[in-house]
C-alpha cells in the first residue's frame, strides 16, 4: 500500500501552525484542508480528548455560523494524535487567507462562558467527556503563541 501524504510530513520538524495540508478537487471546487497543528509533535504533550473535544464543539459552531465563512465550512474535527485539528473549507485557500477567522474563533472559545452547544445525551454521544478550562487555555495558547504570529515557518510544511 502506498504511504497517504500526511505521513510524509517530518513530524520531528513540524511545529504549531496553520499548514495546507492537501487541496482536492470535487466536482468543479477545490477543498483546502488546513492541519491547525496546537503542538509539537512527540515533544510535547498531545492534548487531553475531554479538551479536544469541548474545542471541536465550539468551533464547529463558531465557524458554522459565521456569516463571511458558514457556507465555506465543511468539516472541523480533531486529529486522532491528539495534536490538533483538521479544517475542511470550499476554496483554493493558503494559511493567511484564514488567519483573521480563526483569531475570532480562537478568541471566542478562549473567552467562552456558558454551556458548550450540543453538550448534551440528546445532541452528542459522549456528551460528559468535556473540559472547558482546558479547552480554553489551549485556545488562548494557540491564539497567542500561533495565530498572532504566523510566519513561513509555521505555514509550510518543513522540506
Same mark, same amino acid.
Given at each position: 500500500?502506498?504511504?497517504?501524504?500526511s505521513?510524509t510530513?517530518?513530524?520531528?520538524?513540524l511545529?504549531?501552525?496553520?499548514?495546507?495540508?492537501?487541496?482536492?478537487?470535487?466536482?468543479?471546487?477545490?477543498?483546502?484542508?488546513?492541519?491547525?497543528?496546537?503542538?509539537?509533535?512527540?515533544?510535547?504533550?498531545?492534548?487531553?480528548?475531554?479538551?479536544?473535544?469541548? /474545542?471541536?464543539?465550539?468551533?464547529?459552531?463558531?465557524?458554522?455560523?459565521?456569516?463571511?465563512?458558514?457556507?465555506?465550512?465543511?468539516?472541523?474535527?480533531?486529529?486522532?494524535?491528539?495534536?490538533?485539528?483538521?479544517?475542511?473549507?470550499?476554496?483554493?485557500?493558503? =494559511?493567511?487567507? /484564514?488567519?483573521?477567522?480563526? /483569531?475570532?474563533?480562537? =478568541?471566542?472559545?478562549?473567552?467562552?462562558?456558558?454551556?458548550?452547544?450540543?453538550?448534551?445525551?440528546?445532541?452528542?454521544?459522549?456528551?460528559?467527556?468535556?473540559?472547558?478550562?482546558?479547552?480554553?487555555?489551549? =485556545?488562548?495558547?494557540?491564539?497567542?503563541?500561533?495565530?498572532?504570529?504566523?510566519s513561513?515557518?509555521?505555514?509550510?510544511?518543513?522540506?
Amino acid at each position: 500500500m502506498e504511504k497517504i501524504t500526511s505521513f510524509t510530513i517530518d513530524h520531528t520538524r513540524l511545529f504549531p501552525g496553520v499548514y495546507v495540508s492537501r487541496k482536492d478537487k470535487v466536482g468543479t471546487e477545490i477543498v483546502t484542508t488546513f492541519d491547525l497543528r496546537f503542538t509539537k509533535p512527540n515533544t510535547e504533550p498531545a492534548m487531553e480528548n475531554a479538551a479536544m473535544h469541548a /474545542i471541536e464543539h465550539l468551533a464547529a459552531t463558531y465557524l458554522r455560523n459565521d456569516e463571511e465563512w458558514k457556507e465555506r465550512v465543511l468539516y472541523f474535527g480533531p486529529m486522532g494524535c491528539r495534536t490538533g485539528f483538521y479544517l475542511l473549507l470550499k476554496g483554493d485557500l493558503e =494559511s493567511k487567507d /484564514i488567519q483573521k477567522l480563526l /483569531i475570532s474563533c480562537f =478568541s471566542f472559545i478562549g473567552g467562552f462562558e456558558g454551556d458548550i452547544p450540543g453538550a448534551t445525551a440528546h445532541d452528542c454521544g459522549n456528551f460528559r467527556d468535556m473540559n472547558l478550562p482546558v479547552a480554553k487555555w489551549w =485556545s488562548i495558547k494557540y491564539l497567542e503563541e500561533v495565530l498572532e504570529k504566523l510566519s513561513f515557518n509555521n505555514t509550510h510544511y518543513p522540506a
